[in-house]
């Protein structure tokens, strides 16, 4: 079991940044890759960001050259960097994890972001 707790988001303008942040929890050395997802309303959730314990990262086509995904081992956290925010970024972003032999999938809770013009 892991456990995902998201925290950072909130309400800016057009242009500004926000951090999200995710303390993982639980069998934490049987994750494979953490991301982030979003879902606005109305649409399906898709992949924001992600990172692979090698480090690798991959980004939805919407995000590139404006976020980042981190991810720090020692505090069990991962970052999403958010700049240059856009009101199309509103949604409730989502922590994910994948872990085990079985590639489980992992949820945390969602945090709202929205981006005002």
């Known amino acids: 079991q892991v456990q995902l707790v998201e925290s950072g988001g909130g309400e800016v303008q057009a242009g500004e940044s926000l951090r999200l942040s995710c303390v993982l929890s639980g069998s934490i050395l049987s994750i494979r890759g953490t991301g982030w997802y979003r879902q606005a309303p109305g649409k399906q959730r898709e992949l924001v960001a992600a990172i692979l314990n090698g480090g690798l990262t991959n980004y939805g086509d919407s995000v590139k050259g404006r976020f980042t995904i981190s991810r720090v081992n020692a505090k069990n956290t991962v970052y999403l960097q958010m700049n240059s925010l856009k009101p199309e970024d509103t949604a409730v972003y989502y922590c994910?994890?994948?872990?085990?032999?079985?590639?489980?999938?992992?949820w945390g809770q969602g945090t709202q972001v929205t981006v005002s013009s």
């Open positions: 994910h994890a994948k872990s085990g032999p079985q590639n489980l999938d992992y």
